[in-house]
């Protein structure tokens, strides 16, 4: 197994894709940080902007930057890792090498969660630095150490990298690269909304609070949802990992078994 | 000795039977080519072989063992399956240095593996711009990697220039006869694999058509006669009139199992022009001819190629 997650990192660090994703989301994450900080209660910007930076619900959408959009970067980094193998074809010699198809995978998710953490570490260090750098710069306190804060900033950490293996087990289901990009993009941004907003409609709300997006968001709390609305912290934490890991068994079962042609 | 068995192996892909109920025997120490026509089920019977395609029924062993079992399989077996399985924003020595990780082999491997293969000088370059002869020798620097006593290449020579072809078979006799490895290599160009193979394999339809040594059975089905007609047509109806077979090959029809007397004699009751009548022993490519349009003189010739094409995956 450790030849096989050396393998797996050398193929991450040997493309430009791991680069240009992390760049991607650097870039990302600091905009939303400079948009939100400079929008939270400026109430002529329009109905949606947050309330002042003094409310504690400001200062954890400021921070929790990462987990509402650096997310997506992880996701497709997973998606890739195991769909880039069969756009590329190089899921034969990888077969070739280690013919245990569960054992490559297991690899991968390991990779996958190393990587996502390394990125959840980026993203979060970026936003908690440029977030109070700029906070205090319009005069309000920083409290990046009070209301649950610095919880928030490790699971945000935590969940990049099961978000990471998400998209493997998501990769590995769709097999085709882009068709599996663009659907894990699209289920997390609008399908999921549509799907929650139907739960809802239909009385199952602890169905709608289980969905990936909801889970990841009952992480950090950072929405203005009600409280009622959502999973506690650890309970959106433990069904985040749940997915995760349910995408990749999927994965396994239903792909990594068929004919490699 | 025999080192890789293939027992009554068939595959389906849905309603097509691409292998059926093939077996055959690859020993070491020798080349054995692995022939037929685009699409006769070589390329599925030798992914069966390595563990990527699981077989409708049968099995496909490797010393004894499923490849999947190997425990070492790099180690053991070198296969190069397509030339296009490299990730195009990769360098070669990258993409060796992934599969020395996943092997447990030293990096030094991938640099002798290059130099083996002419690839060091462009080791750095991303394999999206390598040509097709590029790639080709990156793929069995892969399956020289691990140093195993297996080789298992699929249409190695596609791509290649003369200069690479002379190369290659170089390398696989050398693999063969002097290190007494077991090599199976497919192909579709028959005049090549007989310069290399000591030993053929050949199916199509996903049934085995002919195995054994090269030399015996070209020796089996005699000498032939080269007819060059500007009549062609005719000859061969001729020929078929007369219970010979007459395979056209550019301007020349090749008829086996036959003397110049017969031909010239049945040209001249017929009235038909020759421009050229030679006995030649038979060569790969017309015992092939021969073997597999066997069942083509029972049926309807537009069936022949549905019938040679069906095994695509």
Not at chain 2, 70 to 81: F, I, S
Not at chain 2, 209 to 233: C, F, H, M, W, Y
Request: charged letters at 15%; a neutral charge.
């Amino acid at each position: 197994m450790t030849r096989l997650i050396r393998a797996e990192v050398r193929k991450l660090l040997t493309t430009r894709m791991l680069l240009g994703l992390t760049l991607g989301g650097i870039v990302l994450v600091a905009f939303y940080v400079v948009v939100i900080v400079f929008t939270a209660g400026n109430n002529q910007a329009g109905t949606n902007a947050l309330r002042s930076l003094s409310d504690p619900g400001s200062l954890r959408a400021v921070y929790g930057v990462p987990f509402e959009i650096g997310y997506l970067m992880p996701l497709i980094m997973g998606v890739i890792l195991i769909s880039g193998e069969f756009r590329h074809k190089t899921i034969t010699p990888t077969l070739l090498v280690a013919p245990r198809r569960s054992r490559v995978l297991t690899a991968k998710a390991v990779v996958a969660a190393g990587t996502g953490l390394a990125m959840g570490l980026v993203y979060t260090a970026i936003a908690a630095a440029l977030g109070a750098v700029l906070i205090a710069a319009r005069g309000y306190p920083v409290h990046i150490g009070s209301y649950g804060i610095p919880r928030m900033l490790v699971l945000m950490v935590l969940g990049l990298a099961v978000w990471a293996v998400f998209g493997l087990g998501f990769g590995a289901l769709l097999k085709n690269q882009t068709a599996a990009v663009l659907a894990a993009l699209a289920i997390v941004t609008i399908v999921e909304g549509l799907l929650e907003l139907f739960l809802r409609w239909a009385h199952l709300g602890w169905a709608a609070k289980v969905l990936p997006s909801a889970a990841s968001s009952a992480m950090v709390q950072a929405s203005n949802v009600k409280a009622a609305n959502i999973l506690p912290w650890w309970g959106g934490a433990l069904t985040l990992l749940a997915w995760g890991v349910l995408m990749v068994v999927l994965g396994a079962v239903f792909t990594m078994r068929r004919d490699v042609t | 000795m025999t080192e890789i068995v293939v027992d009554h192996l068939s595959k389906d892909f849905g309603p097509v039977r691409a292998v059926d109920d093939l077996t055959f025997a690859v020993p070491s120490g020798e080349v054995t080519g692995f022939l037929g026509p685009n699409g006769a089920g070589k390329t599925t019977t030798l992914r069966c072989l390595l563990g990527l395609i699981a077989p409708t029924s049968g099995k496909a062993l490797i010393a004894g063992a499923r490849y999947s079992d190997l425990a070492e399989p790099a180690r053991t077996v070198g296969a190069a399956l397509e030339a296009s399985s490299f990730h195009p924003g990769r360098t070669a020595r990258n993409h060796l240095r992934v599969l020395c990780a996943a092997a447990g082999l030293p990096d030094r491997r991938a640099e002798e593996v290059l130099d083996l293969t002419g690839l060091t000088s462009d080791a750095d370059r991303r394999v999206g711009g390598y040509s097709t002869g590029m790639r080709q020798r990156l793929a069995l620097s892969a399956a020289l990697l691990g140093d195993p006593g297996y080789l298992v290449l699929d249409e190695p020579a596609t791509g290649l220039d003369p200069a690479g072809i002379s190369w290659l078979r170089e390398l696989l006799e050398y693999m063969a006869h002097d290190l007494g490895k077991t090599v199976l290599v497919s192909s579709h160009l028959l005049a090549e694999m007989e310069h290399t193979a000591d030993r053929v394999v050949i199916i199509t339809g996903g049934r085995l058509v002919k195995q054994g040594q090269l030399e015996d059975i070209i020796n089996a089905a005699g000498a032939g006669v080269r007819v060059r007609t500007p009549s062609a047509t005719r000859m061969s109806e001729v020929l078929r009139d007369a219970g010979l077979s007459g395979e056209l090959r550019g301007e020349e029809l090749f008829v086996p199992s036959t003397t110049a007397e017969r031909v010239g004699h049945l040209a001249y009751v017929n009235g038909i022009e020759l421009s050229g009548l030679a006995e030649r022993p038979a060569d790969l490519e017309a015992v092939f001819l021969q073997l597999t349009n066997s069942d083509h003189h029972q049926e309807p010739a537009s069936e022949r190629p549905a019938a040679v094409t069906s095994g695509r995956p």
